[in-house]
C-alpha cells in the first residue's frame, strides 16, 4: 500500500528516503519537476530546501563606491564620533559646583555672588555707622578701645581675603574626575573605546596630581601641618603615591582609582573634617559671646575665608570659576545671616526665660528667680546662635570638600 498523498508530493518537496522525481511526458512536450539549480548569483540552499519563497539575495544594482559616496560616509561617521564625544564630555566634565544647571552655572552663580554681596555690603554699613555713632558719644576711655576692636576686626578680614586670594592664584583648577560616568561609558558597547580613552586621560592627570603633591620637602611638610596634615600622615601620604605610581601595581584603571580614592583622597577627606571642625567651633564660641550684629558678620566671614584657604591647601587645588562664585556668595550669605540673627536671638531669648520661669515654679525656687531666669535666657539664646552659626560654617566646609576633591566622592 502507497503512502497516502499530501501538500509535499504536490508542491515537489522531496523527504528523506523518497525517490526524486521523474519526468512526466505529455506529446512532444514534457515537463520536469526538478530542485533549483543553484546558481552563481544567488547562496546554495542547504539539503532539503526548495526556496520557496525566499526573496532574492542579490541587489538589482550594483555599482563601485564613487568618491562623493565614500566623502557621504565619513561626514556620517565624523557626525557620529562628534554625538559620541558630546555624549562622553556631558557624563564626564559636569560642573560639581551645579550639576543641575547646566551653562546656566555660570550667570546664576554670579547672580548669587553680587546679590549676597550687596546686601552683606549694606548691612555691613548700617552696622557700622551705628556702631561709631555710638563710640563718638561714648567718653575717651571707652571709645578709643572700641575703635582699636573695630579696626582689628575689619584687618583680620582683609588679611583672610588677600591670603585666600594669593593661594588660589598659585593653585591648579580642579578637573574633577567622575567614577560613575566612566563606568556608565563603559557600558555602553559603542562608547567603550572612548572610556578607555578618557580613563587613561584621567588617570595621567591624577598621576600628575599625586607626582606634585607638596610633601617631598620639610617646608611642604611643615605647611600642611598647619591644615591638620600631621607628619605621619604626610608618610602615608607618601607612601601610598609611591604605590600609585608604580605601573605594576595595579592590573586595570579601575583598580587604580578605587586605590586613590580610598588610600590617597580619603586620608584628605579626614584632615579638609578637622579643619571644618576646628574653624565652625571657633566661629560658635565668638559669635556666643560678641556683642552686636557687625562682629557676627565680621567673625563669620574670617573664619570662612580662613576655612577656605585651609581647604584649598588640604587638597592643593581650587575649585572652578562656577564653583568660586557659588563658595564667595555662601560666605556672604553666611556673614549676612549671622548678623541678622539678633532678631531670632531675643525671640529666643524670650521663649528661654518663660521656659526656665515655669520651671522654676515647678521645683519651687521663688527667691532671685526672675535674675536667674535671666540669665539663663540670655545664655540659652546666645548658645542657640553660635550653634546656628557653627552649622552654617560646617555646611559650608564641606560643600567646599566636595568641590576641591580631584575623584566624585559617590
Known amino acids: 500500500m502507497s503512502e497516502p498523498w499530501d501538500d509535499d508530493d504536490r508542491i515537489g518537496i522531496p523527504r528523506p528516503g523518497a525517490t526524486p522525481p521523474t519526468p512526466v511526458t505529455s506529446g512532444t512536450a514534457s515537463a520536469v519537476i526538478e530542485e533549483p539549480t543553484p546558481s552563481l548569483e544567488e547562496p546554495a540552499l542547504r539539503p532539503g530546501d526548495a526556496g ?5 539575495q542579490v541587489p538589482r544594482e550594483i555599482a563601485v563606491l564613487t568618491d562623493a559616496d ?35 552655572a555660570g550667570p ?28 563718638a558719644v561714648q567718653p575717651p576711655a ?17 588679611a583672610s581675603v588677600v591670603r585666600l586670594g594669593l593661594l588660589y592664584a598659585r593653585l591648579a583648577l580642579n578637573r574633577q574626575v567622575r567614577i560613575r560616568g566612566l563606568e556608565e561609558l563603559q557600558s555602553r558597547t559603542r562608547l567603550r573605546w572612548l572610556a578607555a580613552a578618557k580613563s587613561q586621560e584621567a588617570k595621567a592627570r591624577l598621576e600628575e ?10 617646608k611642604d611638610r611643615k605647611s600642611l601641618a598647619k591644615v591638620g596634615v600631621t607628619p605621619a600622615l604626610a608618610a602615608e601620604l607618601n607612601a601610598v603615591r609611591v604605590e600609585l605610581l ?3 601595581k595595579f592590573a586595570s584603571t579601575g583598580e587604580w582609582f578605587a586605590r586613590f580614592r580610598d588610600g590617597f583622597q580619603a586620608k584628605l577627606d579626614t584632615a579638609a573634617e578637622a579643619r571644618i571642625s576646628y574653624w565652625s567651633n571657633r566661629a560658635m564660641l565668638v559669635t556666643a559671646v560678641s556683642p552686636n550684629g557687625l562682629v557676627d558678620s565680621l567673625s563669620t566671614t574670617y573664619f570662612g575665608f580662613a576655612m577656605l584657604a585651609d581647604l584649598c591647601r588640604v587638597y592643593n587645588l581650587r575649585a572652578g570659576r562656577t564653583g568660586t562664585a557659588v563658595l564667595l556668595g555662601r560666605v556672604f550669605f ?5 548678623g541678622q540673627l539678633n532678631d531670632f536671638e531675643k525671640l529666643a531669648e524670650e521663649q528661654y526665660d518663660h521656659l526656665f520661669e515655669q ?52
Open 142 to 158: 571707652i571709645a578709643y578701645p572700641g575703635y582699636v576692636a573695630l579696626g582689628v576686626f575689619g584687618l583680620a578680614v582683609l
Open 209 to 218: 596630581y599625586i607626582r606634585t603633591f607638596p610633601i617631598d620637602t620639610d
Open 334 to 338: 553666611n556673614a549676612y545671616l549671622a
Open 359 to 410: 520651671g522654676m515654679q515647678v521645683v519651687g525656687i521663688g527667691v532671685s528667680a526672675n535674675v536667674a531666669t535671666k540669665f539663663l535666657g540670655k545664655v540659652g539664646a546666645k548658645a542657640t546662635t553660635g550653634y546656628l552659626n557653627r552649622v552654617m560654617i560646617a555646611r559650608l566646609g564641606r560643600y567646599s570638600c566636595r568641590l576641591l576633591r580631584p575623584v566624585t566622592k559617590d
Open 108 to 135: 546664576l552663580a554670579g547672580a548669587l555672588l553680587l546679590g549676597t554681596a550687596g546686601a552683606l555690603g549694606l548691612f555691613l554699613y548700617s552696622q557700622a555707622l551705628s556702631i561709631l555713632a555710638n563710640l
Open 52 to 56: 520557496l519563497g525566499r526573496p532574492a
Open 70 to 104: 565614500r566623502r557621504k560616509l565619513r561626514d556620517a561617521e565624523e557626525t557620529q564620533l562628534q554625538r559620541d564625544l558630546a555624549e562622553a564630555e556631558e557624563l564626564l566634565a559636569s560642573d560639581p559646583a551645579a550639576p543641575w544647571a547646566g551653562w546656566f
Open 246 to 248: 608604580d605601573p605594576a
